[in-house]
């Protein structure tokens, strides 16, 4: 159901809203292409490395957001350390659902 902006937030919230989205968007963008740039290829032939230092950016980026439990973790692949996960998590206010957000950083090869 499509509502306009009006009906959800007070017009002063949707235009804080829109203040904040733009004064960060350079920032988002430079930030975006620094992660890009970085060729964490999830592949045997690739160096590990990279994709550890893709872990370490996206860390660091949500450790920027004010979130302190960060954690790159590894899952054991029979004997093998697989690739870097970040976690990172920080409790819901009191009343106020949990939320689960999911992606990846690391990246298939070129063909």
Do not use: C
Not at 53 to 82: F, H, K, Q, W, Y
């Amino acid at each position: 159901m499509n509502m306009p902006s009006s009906d959800l937030l007070p017009d002063t919230t949707v235009a804080a809203l829109r203040s904040t989205v733009d004064s960060a968007f350079p920032r988002t963008i430079e930030e975006l292409k620094s992660l890009v740039a970085i060729p964490g290829v999830a592949w045997a032939t690739f160096d590990p490395a990279e994709l550890d230092r893709s872990a370490e950016a996206v860390a660091s980026l949500v450790r920027s957001t004010g979130i302190t439990d960060v954690r790159i973790l590894r899952m054991d692949n029979n004997g093998t350390p697989g690739g870097p996960a970040v976690v990172a998590r920080r409790p819901a206010a009191a009343g106020k659902p949990t939320i689960l957000l999911y992606a990846h950083h690391d990246v298939q090869p070129p063909r």
